[in-house]
């Protein structure tokens, strides 16, 4: 269905709104669930004409594009002339009475219905600013809709979460807060709750009697960057774990929900995270491990301390694996490693979901030592990757009653992969349709800055010895022990 709305993008010059945002409106476009009847405000403070904000658009959609001559053709100029730019600076209130106009000027020449999306694409130390004048200078219209979407960092801690969380709260209610973590976005997040709920064989053993432990691996194979001025505010804790790993865990651990829709999907995570367990600060310190990157082995790679903005000093973690445990009925007791990092050995954000040993193994062992065979592993392979792998054992072909372990294989292609919407556009496409299932709710975020806090306070409290891992490795040793003392491997060994 065709949508109305006006977007109001505060950080429109900025680089989300150019590398995800006008190619996800244009793609939206292009599929007709945009059309006539919609219009883009992009402010921010620099003082572009509308035609250079036409231009910026189209090289955005030409630099996403697959079509090599978008930036001409006739489609996107026409997209972009529902493109206005207004400069404005956040914290100057006249800014908002000239934006209101823009916006109600607009509203009527596109029939907007008063749908409003605001989406700040901004450094979250405005958002309070810019959700209060929205309300105090009327832009909040009284029919149609009004949604605000934020972007991650959703503050430091629980405590400027809470604040922060307060600030839009008293312009926005909870139900027109839209707080993107893109990873929920993603078709392969998306589909672990069809997997799980919409087969069987896996709904039937995905408890604590069969499960042995799961794995979570974000890794990424580039390091800081061009984003060290972030990174060193922020830590692959903050930036990684307390937002797409616990969102993911929060996936894979909770129960199942009656039907697949937000509000059950919500109260579903929201348990989920509840469960987790929160440690002590001892806790966090022997079930979680820091890193940061040093030099590669051959010393071609700069060390993060030698990285363009970062300090030379720096007790910023690059990579973060641990533990947790969730206290839910039906998988309580069961590990989940997660580990994430920059600069470690392949980009690969994979679970690996690790089965329990057959009780008694009745054939001859391919282990003498254990008398064990290969646990069964499933493995859902999130990107670049994306599909399913299953491990299973069986007989080897030869005269005698031998084992061998095979793995069953499926993988998207690249024509596949190409039709599934990138995240931004399957988001702000949700968005559009009121549809909140993939975004996070403030409880969810709470609880998982709760989980978090602990750790950061933990590792806060001592001097880390960094760098202690080489680039294009997997990461610190004491990541490995952190399984070898479970008598567990990580399955992703790139
Ligand atoms: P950016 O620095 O490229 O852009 C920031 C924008 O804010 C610019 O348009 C700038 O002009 C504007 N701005 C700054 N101060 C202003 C003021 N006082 N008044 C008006 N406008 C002002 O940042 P970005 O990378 O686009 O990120 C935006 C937000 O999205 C941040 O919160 C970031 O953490 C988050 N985010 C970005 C990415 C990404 O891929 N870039 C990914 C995830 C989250």
């Known amino acids: 269905m065709t949508q109305q709305a006006l977007f ?85 209130t006249e800014h908002y009475v000239a934006l209101r106009n823009l916006a ?51 503050g430091r801690d629980l405590k400027t979460a809470k604040e922060l969380n307060d ?23 998306q589909s672990i709750a069809a997997l799980r709920f919409g087969n069987q064989i896996v709904s039937s053993l995905w408890n604590k009697e069969h499960i042995d432990n799961i794995q979570i691996t974000l890794a990424e194979s580039l390091g800081v960057e061009e984003r060290a001025g972030y ?10 774990v307390q937002n797409h790993i616990l969102q993911i865990i929060s996936l894979l651990t909770m129960e199942k929900p009656s039907k697949y829709t937000a509000s059950e999907l919500r109260d579903r995570k929201v348990e989920a995270l509840q469960n987790i367990k929160v440690y002590s600060k001892e806790e966090a310190l022997q079930n979680f491990v820091r890193g940061q990157y040093g030099e590669d082995a051959d010393h071609t790679q700069s060390d993060y301390r030698h ?15 641990g533990k947790l445990e969730t206290e839910n009925k039906t998988l309580a007791g069961v590990p989940i490693y997660v580990r994430t990092g920059k600069r470690l050995a392949r980009k690969s954000t994979q679970i690996n979901v690790v089965f329990k040993n057959v009780d008694t193994n009745i054939f001859d062992s391919t282990d003498a030592d254990s008398n064990l065979l290969d646990q069964n592993v499933l493995t859902l392979y999130i990107e670049p990757d994306q599909g399913y792998r299953l491990d299973l054992n069986v007989k080897d072909g030869g005269q005698t009653y031998g084992i061998m372990p095979i793995h069953l294989d499926y993988h998207k292609t690249a024509a596949e992969k190409a039709k599934i919407p990138e995240a ?11 549809n909140r299932t993939n975004f996070a709710h403030w409880h969810e975020v709470a609880q998982a800055w709760r989980i978090v806090d602990v750790i950061r306070e933990a590792w806060d409290s001592e001097k880390a010895d960094f760098p ?22 990580w399955i992703f060994d790139a």
Do not use: C
């Not at 990285?307 to 007790?315: A, F, L, N, P, W």
């Not at 931004?424 to 009121?434: N, Q, S, T």
């Open 231 to 240: 990174y060193e505010t922020a830590g692959a804790l903050r930036d990684m």
């Open 307 to 321: 990285e363009e903005g970062t300090d030379e000093q720096s007790q910023i973690e690059t990579f973060v694996s």
């Open 8 to 92: 109001i993008i505060f950080g429109g010059t900025g680089d989300l709104a150019y590398r995800k945002l006008y190619p996800s409106l244009f793609r939206l476009y292009e599929k007709g669930y945009l059309k006539d009847n919609f219009a883009v405000i992009g402010t921010a403070r620099r003082p572009w004409t509308d035609d250079h904000y036409h231009e910026v658009v189209m090289n955005a959609v030409a630099d996403d594009g697959h079509e090599s001559d978008r930036t001409n053709s006739e489609l996107a100029r026409k997209f972009a002339s529902h493109f206005y730019y207004q400069s404005h600076n956040v914290n100057d």
């Open 468 to 489: 202690n891992y080489v680039s294009g490795s997997m990461g610190p040793q004491a990541s490995q022990d952190l399984l070898k003392r479970d008598h567990r491997n």
């Open 424 to 434: 931004y556009e399957k988001l702000i496409h949700d968005a559009l349709d009121g």
């Open 104 to 154: 109600d000027k607009l509203d009527e020449k596109y029939d907007l219905q008063g749908n409003r999306i605001y989406y700040l694409a901004m450094a979250p130390w405005f958002f309070g600013t810019i959700a209060a004048h929205l309300k105090s200078e009327k832009l909040i219209t009284d029919h149609g809709y009004n949604r605000l979407i934020i972007e991650k960092p959703f």
């Open 167 to 189: 600030d839009i709260s008293a312009a926005f209610s909870e139900d027109q807060i839209y707080r993107i973590d893109h990873y929920l976005g993603k078709e392969a997040i």
